[in-house]
């Protein structure tokens, strides 16, 4: 329930263009009337290049926010930061932990912590598997949107659990090379009386790409 509160913030931040780049334990605050705040957005900022990243907090910021990773920052950055603090929730520890900076930039360059449910045998794996992919080194390899994740963490709340999320359009963050490979292919298909297939693994993102395509499109 505290990642889908957090996902449903990070969605609304994100379809503002804004990335808040520093999401830890520390800025995410539990009033004791309910809810959740995200707190501190000194260093957050729009898309960028990552010759030109603000760097948050190291044991929760994407490679390709701290520059290991030559990327886009956006909004696929702060699923990661999202990904270590429900790590932390769970497991009770970072998956990043090192006694300096330099062993800490490279775990998170190229080391893949252990399962949350390997840490934790409580947690369930379905849970993990959620944590695992927001903690992909590749931000392609992550849920394409604060939207698509939270669709995949309510699965997993009972329904009477799950807190009052406000229906809205979803922003897709990142796959801009695809979209305009798929874009010009449906357009050809078009002319052509021809078909476009979009294959890939389940969870993929497969049915967001094609609506986002239908949208730029404006295909039936």
């Known amino acids: 329930a505290l990642a889908l509160a957090l996902a449903d913030v990070l969605d609304a931040v994100h379809r503002h263009g804004v990335v808040h780049r520093d999401v830890k334990p520390e800025n995410i605050l539990l009033p004791a009337d309910g809810g959740i705040k995200l707190i501190d957005f000194g260093i957050a900022g729009q898309e960028m290049d990552a010759r030109d990243t603000g760097i948050g907090t190291l044991r929760y910021s994407a490679p390709e926010q701290i520059g290991v990773l030559q990327r886009v920052v956006d909004g696929r ?18 998956p990043f932990r090192a006694d300096n900076l330099s062993d800490l ?22 849970l993990a598997d959620i944590v695992d992919r927001l903690l992909q080194k590749d931000p392609d390899e992550r849920f394409d949107s ?18 009052s999320l406000r229906p809205r359009e979803s922003v897709m963050v990142g796959r801009r090379a695809e979209l ?14 021809a078909a476009c297939v979009v294959d890939g693994p389940s969870g993929s993102g497969k049915t967001r790409l094609v609506y986002e395509v239908r949208v ?5």
């Open 105 to 126: 930039l490279h775990q998170h360059a190229a080391v893949r912590p252990e399962r949350a449910d390997v840490v934790e045998p409580r947690c369930p794996a379905a």
């Open 216 to 220: 730029q499109t404006q295909l039936q």
């Open 146 to 163: 604060a939207w698509t994740l939270l669709g995949e963490l309510r699965r997993l709340v009972p329904a009477q659990t799950l807190p």
């Open 77 to 94: 950055a702060d699923l990661y930061a999202l990904g270590c603090v429900m790590f932390e929730c769970i497991t009770g520890q970072c």
């Open 180 to 193: 305009a490979t798929l874009r010009d292919a449906v357009r050809g298909a078009v002319d052509r009386s």
